[in-house]
């Protein structure tokens, strides 16, 4: 049976060695080929994200910020505007603060007056019962006490202690400890602090009447400086006439008269009503102080000058923009001898030509109160 067996299996392994050998050929050639269609499939895919996803994301990406780009410049005005509304409130918030704080400085004061007595009395019940305890027992035993009272959480080895000394002789004489303690409680420590409390309130009275003294002349530099401004005429509110006055004085910096004054003056009146003019159509100009808002091209300013005229930080600053003005008037030959009317065309070149001539009272009567204000 054994011999057969084995001339079986012989027969067997011959048989199946082949067999087996075809498979293993079989299955490396499928390998090969899988691996040849995966490396085609990853090829294909990268160059399509190459060639075809990349760019799309790409203008995708190009596309999104060009649609974004329009509302955050159209929102730039917005935030400007809420951060100027706030700014008051933010304003009126800190002075709420400041008047807190000082109303409330007279209450701390007085709170420490009537501590300060009550601090003395507790001083004064606690030093002979300490001298006391010290006369007693003496310090060995006080220190030893205390210790056993605080590390152990008992009091027998603290009474054990007691019991053991001797009443202290002449020589034992409380050291360190007790004497720092005897100086914190010392009537010179007392008096010590009570002069260091009157010389705090002392130079917190003086810090107060120092800032009132400042305050007062500071107001009084304040009053004389709106004594000396030009009062509002024919109707004119205080922010007109302030721009009106920045106008006169930029002609005053160029060099030129009254005569140029009343040209500029006429002119602001009808291109703005002497109020600097942002514009919805230019976002930079919601960025400096202004009073009203336009749409007209792009003119802003209190002269409505359009952005040809310069940079929007000059056309927004009232001075800055009535220079502008006034060099623009000094390159019209002879404008010394026109009307005001005629002289303001030639520079605005207006629709509406003869509307500057209905402000030429006006400009003389803002002329005049201010040559009153400060002469």
């Not at 701390?108 to 006391?132: G, M």
């Not at 602090?193 to 400042?214: H, L, S, T, V, Y």
Request: hydrophobic share 50%; proline share 4%.
């Amino acid at each position: 049976m054994t011999g057969l067996a084995q001339s079986a299996a012989l027969s067997i392994r011959k048989r199946l060695k082949p067999a087996f050998r075809g498979l293993v050929e079989r299955s490396r050639v499928g390998t090969a080929r899988a691996a040849a269609l995966a490396a085609v499939l990853g090829a294909t895919l990268v160059a399509f994200l190459r060639n075809t996803a990349a760019p799309a994301a790409v203008r995708l990406a190009e596309r999104l910020r060009e649609t974004a780009a329009p509302v955050i410049e159209r929102a730039k005005p917005v935030i400007a505007w809420a951060s100027r509304r706030l700014e008051p409130w933010a304003a009126l918030l800190k002075d709420v603060a400041a008047v807190a704080a000082e109303l409330a400085r007279p209450v701390v004061v007085k709170i420490e007056d009537l501590a300060r007595p009550v601090v003395h009395k507790v001083v004064d019940v606690v030093r002979p019962i300490v001298s006391k305890v010290v006369e007693r027992l003496g310090l060995r035993v006080t220190i030893m006490g205390t210790a056993t009272a605080i590390f152990i959480g008992s009091t027998g080895s603290a009474a054990l202690a007691i019991t053991s000394m001797d009443e202290p002789s002449s020589e034992q004489q409380p050291v360190s400890a007790i004497t720092a303690l005897e100086l914190a409680l010392s009537d010179e420590a007392s008096a010590a602090a009570g002069e260091q409390i009157a010389a705090d309130q002392r130079a917190a009275a003086e810090a107060e009447a120092k800032a009132k003294e400042e305050a007062a002349a500071q107001a009084a530099a304040e009053a004389a400086k709106a004594a000396a401004q030009p009062k509002p005429v024919d109707g004119l509110s205080e922010l007109q006439m302030k721009n009106a006055v920045a106008i006169i004085e930029a002609g005053k910096d160029e060099g030129l008269g009254r005569d140029a004054w009343a040209v500029a003056l006429a002119t602001a009146m009808q291109e703005s009503k002497f109020r600097n003019y942002a514009n919805v159509n230019v976002p930079e100009s919601y960025e400096y102080d202004y009073q009203a808002e336009g749409s007209d091209h792009d003119s802003v300013g209190l002269f409505q000058q359009r952005l040809s005229w310069g940079k929007v930080s000059d056309l927004m600053n009232p001075e800055k923009s009535a220079k502008k003005f006034y060099k623009a008037l000094e390159r019209v030959d002879g404008w010394e001898n026109m009307s005001v009317t005629r002289a303001a065309q030639t520079v605005q070149v207006s629709a509406y030509p003869d509307a500057y001539a209905q402000w030429e009272g006006l400009a003389w009567d803002i002329i005049d109160s201010y040559e009153k204000a400060k002469s």
